[in-house]
């Protein structure tokens, strides 16, 4: 090799030695006629030292180097001199007294400094890639991601899953989302869809008898990109036979915990990992991915506004909604620009806006408080018994802040957690350094497309019903719980999968239900009716999101930080320029004509 050791292994044991390295250029500092270069390379840095005195051509040739040039360099392991150790550095107490150097290669000026982590437009960053991975941040979530990767690997590999790989041209799955489609050359008018997950593949590898499949699966899925969404993503896929529920979420909870525990030991993890069913998720919290990091819970206080002549109360009661609140801690003093915000998100959402009630802080206690103290539009509609009831229901104290949602279930949960997830910012209630894991269970099998005006999967078809709701499927398909699970980390969903149907009659009568004709269902899923008539154990999975579990351990709030080349929020790859035009001649071995002019490369 071009060198004898790594950056990070320059130690005591090694003082007075001669050793050979190889690096980046990290920063130069010239000192009257001492030259300092801070070498980098994958481990760590490393200060050098050129003194004329000792290698005088050496020393005129480190004059010309600049940040980022590729170096070799040979030279004698020193103590640095007493009070210039650097303690920020694992090699801090060391120096390199250079004797010769080579020019690997020479660098241009980057377009933003390497050894500096100064906020640079995300757009610059990912279109000189390469060069944003040599900083240290996303060195360290590449090397995250890989460490995450192969605790996953040792983890299921020791438990006797086999890592299987299944392709990426196929026939369309159904995710929900929309398809890659890749053009066939040799089938003109023909089409490959790229997998939104390997869902088809894993449940044939039940039936054949693989019982314990495992993959780092790339997904596709070709949706408009948001913070924590990506066109292409990766997924720890697995599927298990002969298992029921409890068998995945113990598997899974013993890998996250492991896995957390071994990278992340300074993170405080919750144990063991919460449970709740999607009726009380959305009950408590607004959400199917609560964020249990903090309180905030929302209850129910219809009942004691019950024939309030407050308009936007009895009207949502009236038509049979509800009025659910929260009260925030401290907020009573809200000014009323503040207030006005919070209104406005509630809005953003759809509401006519949320109903605020602020608690003066002077009464010592909720029993002590008088209408004086309370300040809200609706203040005059209520009276200080129900006022006392409603801070009592939400565990409010004087000088809170309640915030009270009417409408119907679905509308009043998404406000409110909304609003539950901005308190919790603006106070600051999510420790970053916890991990608040829960499942959620008991989720509808379907629900209703009301612009279609059809049954849709709520996870995907190929969910199993629980066996009390079988026979409801075609008389009452809202009322079939299905067996599907997520995983949810601080807010966001992070994994989610089912125990699937492996009986092709009751698989044939989701597909019905879901508005499939019989032809449609041999044209799109004929292949699995078919395998599963050869005999197909009980099997069921799950799939989680690598890109946001490894976001949330690296403590990032993009999941392009931890991916190494990522699209950017528009869907472009800046690095090669893709998606691009291509020349005519390929346009016309795939059989494709583009019907809006430009469209080729060159014109
Ligand atoms: N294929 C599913 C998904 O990607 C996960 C599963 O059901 O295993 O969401």
Redesign the pocket.
């Known amino acids: 090799m071009l060198k004898d050791c790594n950056i990070s292994e320059i130690n005591r044991n090694l003082l007075s030695r001669t050793v050979t390295l190889a690096g980046w250029v990290d920063r130069r500092r010239d000192h009257g006629h001492l030259i300092f270069i801070d070498l980098r390379d994958r481990s760590g840095v490393v200060q050098l030292a050129f003194n004329p005195e000792v290698a005088a051509g050496t020393h005129e040739t480190a004059n010309s180097l600049r940040n980022e040039y590729i170096i070799q360099v040979t030279g004698v392991v020193s103590r640095r001199p007493a009070g210039t150790e650097n303690p920020k550095l694992l090699t801090g107490d060391f120096e390199i007294a250079v004797n010769r150097l080579t020019i690997l290669s020479a660098a241009k000026t980057p377009p933003f400094y390497i050894n500096e982590e100064a906020e640079v437009d995300e757009n610059v960053r990912l279109r000189y890639r390469y060069l944003d991975l040599r900083r240290s941040r996303m060195r360290h979530n590449l090397m995250l991601r890989h460490q995450v990767i192969r605790y996953i690997r040792n983890h299921l590999e020791e438990r006797d899953f086999i890592d299987v790989e299944t392709p990426i041209l196929i026939k369309s799955t159904p995710?929900g989302a929309r398809d890659y489609l890749v053009p066939s050359r040799v089938y003109p008018g023909k089409f490959y869809a790229l997998p939104?997950?390997?869902?088809q593949m894993?449940q044939l590898l039940m039936v054949a008898g693989v019982e314990r499949y495992y993959q780092i699966a790339k997904?596709f899925r070709d949706e408009d990109t948001r913070a924590d969404r990506q066109p292409e993503f990766t997924?720890l896929?697995?599927?298990m036979s002969f298992i029921d529920e409890e068998d995945i979420l113990r598997l899974m909870e013993e890998l996250f915990t492991g896995l957390v525990e071994t990278l992340k030991p300074d993170f405080r993890l919750v144990k063991p990992f919460a449970r709740l069913t999607f009726t009380e998720a959305m009950e408590r919290f607004g959400s199917d991915k609560p964020d249990l990091r903090y309180g905030l819970e929302i209850k129910d206080v219809s009942s004691i506004l019950a024939g309030s002549e407050f308009g936007v109360f009895s009207s949502a009661i009236y038509a049979g909604g509800r009025v659910r609140g929260i009260a925030v801690p401290g907020c009573g003093g809200y000014s009323r620009r503040e207030l006005n915000e919070l209104n406005d998100i509630a809005r953003s959402i759809g509401a006519g806006g949320v109903v605020t009630v602020s608690l003066d802080s002077s009464p010592a206690t909720i029993e002590e408080i008088e209408m004086q103290d309370v300040h809200s539009i609706a203040a005059k509609y209520l009276n200080i018994e129900q006022v006392k009831a409603i801070a009592k229901k939400l565990d409010a104290r004087p000088g809170d802040l309640i915030l009270l949602a009417a409408g119907k279930d679905s509308l009043t949960s998404a406000v409110l957690d909304k609003l539950r997830r901005e308190m919790a910012l603006r106070l600051q209630l999510a420790d970053s350094k916890m991990f608040h894991f829960c499942y959620v269970t008991g989720f509808p099998l379907f629900y209703r497309d009301e612009a279609n005006s059809r049954w849709d999967s709520v996870?995907?078809p190929?969910?199993s019903p629980c066996e009390e709701d079988k026979h409801r499927i075609e008389s009452e398909p809202d009322k079939v719980t299905s067996r599907?699970y997520d995983l949810v980390l601080n807010g966001f969903e992070i994994?989610?999968?089912?125990i699937?149907i492996h009986e092709p009659d009751l698989q044939r009568k989701v597909f019905r239900l879901l508005a499939y004709t019989d032809e449609q269902i041999e044209e799109r899923f004929g292949h699995m009716m078919e395998a599963f008539s050869y005999g197909a154990p009980p099997h069921?999975?799950?799939?989680a999101g690598i890109d946001r579990l490894v976001m949330l351990l690296a403590g990032e709030s993009s999941i392009r930080e931890v991916i190494p080349f990522p699209k950017n929020q528009n869907a472009q790859d800046l690095t090669f320029g893709a998606p691009d035009y291509v020349s005519a001649e390929q346009l016309d071995e795939l059989h494709i004509c583009i019907n809006s002019e430009n469209k080729l490369k060159g014109k």
């Open positions: 995710e939104q997950s390997p869902q894993k997904c997924q896929d697995l599927e996870h995907h190929f969910t599907a994994a989610g999968g089912s699937r069921g999975g799950i799939a």
